[in-house]
């Protein structure tokens, strides 16, 4: 990690600059992928297991007997973290629910608004580097409590043809049973048109490699939603003298392993606090088994000291982080202005791995800047919010002078005459 300090305002997205994506190219290769997909179905993605996975699969879907086997498998311990995750999601997510709201906007006139699922939804799991067992939480749970009517899961399978087993796990325990063994932009690809085994969806969820983010996008122009553009995981933390160090070089490297394309920042109010948490990475990062990812991540990673708080908080805001840890001595009055954040970490004993895993904030979040107009994902996330009003007669004759006056101004009388021919049936009705 270089080090910079006191940068002036010009200078913050250059010195802050994340991992070039670079979009066009990862679309020359994508594009085809889609197009055979939709062209040829299974047998695509049969090919592209066979291509890209090293594993020649039959069954693209996960059998039940999978399943029960991937139960024996996994780790008690396991087990019980995944269910204490579990619970807190829900009892986080459950809690989100709106209730149906209706308005007598004036007399006669009743406006109303009320939360329905989105029917068919893809979640996509990455499973290369790290399996993201934690992921099918964070997506499957929301999308069973909004009361999604269909959920496919979409992971990639190992060279053994096989689903990692706390994956299913996680999927059979919140009652997911329709798995696909497909990865990449092939998966996305099958959500977006359907094939024999995977059903075409309405909106596609989860985190991915760039390939698959470049597929997601394309996605949107085949009129399938997403739930955010998203690119490489990032983590920016704030610390002061009341930070520990040893904490603050744990979180930068916990976002560090996440991939050599991953970004990490450290605002430091003193050169002193940059020097310690520096310290710290080095003795920490020896002991990650995922040294190698952690260090290279850490090539596109910077500690920017700012001893001056507002423009501290300013940096946070423009550089808008997907995670921004705070541990600093006034950490109420810093979180109060943060406004462009995925989700905020606050204190010294809040990491950023409890937001990962099992606190009950979802994980999945807007990267790149993205968090200045995207929220991360929420039980809003898989419903749409549909409004409907009714007017009875008295309404009508109120309210309807109104819209013939406004349509008029408009010079739309077609607008003007549903209204009007409205109003001369009840005059005739006296």
Not at 46 to 55: I, M, S, T
Not at 120 to 133: C, W
Not at 201 to 206: A, Y
């Amino acid at each position: 990690m270089k080090t910079i300090f006191n940068p002036s305002k010009s200078e913050w997205n250059k010195k802050l600059k994340r991992p070039v994506q670079k979009t066009k190219d990862i679309e020359k290769i994508v594009k085809p992928i889609m197009r055979k997909v939709k062209r040829l179905g299974d047998k695509a993605l049969r090919k592209f297991a066979l291509e890209y996975d090293h594993v020649q699969i039959q069954n693209l879907l996960v059998s039940v007997e999978e399943i029960r086997v991937a139960r024996e498998l996994v780790d008690p311990k396991l087990k019980t973290a995944i269910q204490v995750a579990k619970e807190n999601i829900e009892k986080f997510h459950e809690a989100q629910a709106t209730p149906d709201l209706t308005m007598e906007v004036m007399e006669g006139v009743t406006c109303m608004r009320r939360s329905v699922p989105i029917q068919k939804v893809g979640l996509y799991i990455p499973g290369g580097t790290a399996p993201l067992f934690s992921t099918v939480l964070m997506l499957g749970i929301p999308a069973n409590i909004a009361g999604c009517e269909e959920i496919v899961l979409c992971t990639p399978p190992d060279k053994e043809g096989n689903i990692h087993p706390a994956i299913l796990y996680a999927a059979d325990l919140i009652g997911i049973d329709k798995i696909i063994k497909a990865g990449g932009a092939q998966a996305i690809a099958a959500l977006t048109y359907g094939t024999e085994s995977v059903p075409k969806v309405d909106k596609i969820f989860g985190p991915g490699n760039q390939y698959v983010t470049a597929a997601k996008q394309l996605a949107v122009k085949k009129g399938v939603a997403i739930d955010m553009p998203a690119g490489p995981s990032e983590v920016l933390v704030y610390a002061d003298a009341s930070a520990v160090p040893t904490f603050v070089a744990a979180d930068l490297l916990s976002q560090a392993e996440h991939g050599v394309d991953s970004q990490v920042v450290l605002l430091a109010s003193t050169e002193k606090v940059a020097q310690k948490v520096m310290k710290e990475v080095e003795i920490q990062l020896g002991k990650l088994p995922r040294k190698d990812i952690a260090e290279r991540a850490l090539e596109n990673s910077v500690a920017v000291v700012m001893g001056n708080e507002e423009k501290a908080i300013e940096l946070i805001n423009d550089y808008a982080p997907e995670h921004l840890i705070i541990c600093v001595e006034n950490e109420d009055d810093v979180v109060r202005r943060i406004v462009n954040a995925g989700s905020v970490f606050i204190g010294n004993f809040t990491p950023e791995s409890a937001g990962d895993y099992a606190s009950g904030t979802n994980h999945t979040l807007p990267t790149y800047g993205y968090a200045r107009n995207y929220s991360g994902v929420s039980l809003d996330s898989f419903v749409k919010k549909i409004t409907y009003q009714r007017i009875t007669e008295s309404g009508m004759e109120i309210l309807g002078p109104t819209i013939e006056v406004m349509a008029a101004n408009e010079l739309l009388d077609a607008h003007k005459n549903a209204v009007t021919v409205r109003l001369n049936y009840l005059k005739n009705k006296k």
